[in-house]
């Protein structure tokens, strides 16, 4: 080993006893009773934060896809190492997620630092964790990779396609005004959610993933494989691989996810149409590595970017859409002169270099599109960030008084989520004027409760 690099694999980060090398001798003879022998425990150590949990439905393939990371270290000639960390599902997180979300960044965080490991493969998925893992990763500051669960499959009701979560409050609010019965709507409880994975429409879940990968913190194409597919199962496995790589090369993720890698995130959340909430994240995250998020800037790129995914909760489509389409990749091209092509990735190349190759045709999944399957791209010029209360507006339409009822909690549920958060910033005009839209075609409801309206 070389003496002027820093200790690696079980070398690093010693328990204090006193005495290093009585430290490095007690490490091995614990590790040792798990079985290694010495020349595994020599290779390059990869930890893999792994997220799964009962009580984490959108992670139900943690089992095969930690099986198929630990593949890919190991073809490369690395030491996988495994270990839990908080999960958070956002259904079954009280009161919510987002009151958590900074506890599981700093569990990520203090176990990438306590913990000796040369890189580290981050699993998430559901809305909350990658996000946590990102800057539980920026903080600890070594070298890091980020690998997403992966989408929920769509399923059928009555001849229509559904998935979570566009569609569970859509039916839900049916149900609340009577448009369907306790019959129905028990029968399509069974369908919204088709498979594990995570919500098959862009919301915050597919969001971060897309913006994993224009930051360059997956490996290419590794934001839209379903959960449950074999493409899947190979991006974990070319994540395992690509850990050791970056073990080897000693690339930290603050190298890659700098200001650059930021704009980017930036720039691809406004052309998928991502979740609101991804900004709330964004700043977070930046705010680990010590740079400020520039939302007026981020506002005059949302004047610029054409909104390009055609996906629920805004447009038609769902993520196995997507993937079939092509994947992120597909959009990453359209907007390359809109990109930083300069900013690093995981695989040591510029983020467009995937895009590049999608355009020469190289590749598999990523230079084809849809095969007769629906088309997930629109071109639109005004900015559609609007997710929950595009829904809102459509759902204005019903103007029976249960509906409506559920329909002001919607939108008192948005306000409080949105208003301090993003302050002026709300800006996000069509989000703004869904929201005025509603409220006015509330105001003509015969049935409205001004009491209810009084809160907004
Ligand atoms: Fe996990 Fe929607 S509940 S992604």
Redesign the pocket.
């Known amino acids: 080993m070389d003496a002027s690099q820093p200790p690696s694999g079980f070398k690093k980060g010693l328990t204090q006893y006193g005495d290093s090398g009585f430290s490095l001798f007690l490490r091995k003879a614990f590790i040792k009773g798990a079985g290694y022998t010495d020349d595994a425990l020599d290779r390059p150590v990869i930890g893999i934060a792994s997220t799964g949990s009962a009580y984490?439905?959108?992670?139900g393939n943690m089992p095969q896809l930690l099986e198929a990371v630990q593949r890919g270290i190991q073809l490369a000639g690395g030491l996988p190492m495994p270990f839990p960390t908080i999960s958070l599902?956002?259904?079954f997180a009280s009161p919510t997620s987002m009151f958590l979300r900074n506890l599981m960044s700093m569990d990520t965080e203090e176990m990438l630092r306590a913990q000796p490991m040369d890189a580290v493969v981050l699993i998430g998925?559901?809305?909350k964790?990658v996000p946590a893992q990102m800057m539980g990763a920026a903080s600890a500051g070594l070298p890091a990779i980020q690998l997403i669960t992966g989408?929920?499959l769509t399923g059928s009701h009555r001849n229509q396609r559904v998935g979570?979560?566009t569609d569970c409050r859509r039916y839900w609010a049916m149900y609340r005004s009577e448009a369907i019965d306790e019959d129905e709507i028990h029968e399509v409880n069974d369908q919204l959610v088709a498979s594990v994975?995570?919500?098959s429409v862009m919301?915050?879940?597919?969001t971060m993933a897309c913006l994993a990968e224009a930051m360059g913190l997956t490996v290419p194409g590794g934001a839209s494989p379903p959960a449950v597919t074999a493409d899947r199962m190979r991006v974990a496995e070319e994540t395992g691989k690509q850990a050791v790589w970056l073990a080897r090369e000693r690339l930290g993720i603050t190298r890659i996810l700098d200001e650059r890698a930021l704009e980017n995130g930036m720039r691809v959340l406004l052309a998928i149409g991502g979740s609101t909430n991804a900004i709330v994240h964004l700043t977070a995250m930046a705010g680990r590595l010590g740079i400020e998020i520039d939302l007026d800037a981020f506002d005059k790129m949302g004047r610029e970017t054409p909104v390009l995914v055609d996906l629920k909760p805004t447009g038609q489509g769902y993520m196995e859409d997507l993937e079939k389409a092509g994947g992120l990749v597909t959009v990453l091209r359209e907007i390359r002169k809109q990109l930083n092509l300069d900013a690093l990735t995981v695989t040591g190349d510029g983020s467009l270099a995937a895009a590049d190759l999608a355009a020469a045709g190289v590749g598999t999944r990523t230079s084809g599109g849809a095969a007769g399957g629906p088309s997930v791209f629109r071109t639109e010029e005004p900015i559609q960030l609007a997710h929950e209360l595009a829904d809102v507006s459509e759902m204005a339409v019903d103007r029976s008084e249960p509906h409506v009822r559920h329909l002001v909690e919607l939108l008192q549920f948005a306000h409080d989520e949105f208003a301090d958060v993003l302050g002026r910033h709300l800006t996000l005009w069509p989000l703004l004027q869904c929201r005025l839209d509603a409220v006015s075609d509330l105001l003509q409801c015969r049935h409205t409760d001004r009491a209810l309206l009084a809160r907004l």
């Open positions: 984490n439905p959108c992670h599902h956002e259904s998925g559901c809305d964790t989408s929920m979570a979560c994975g995570t919500c919301g915050t879940a597919s």
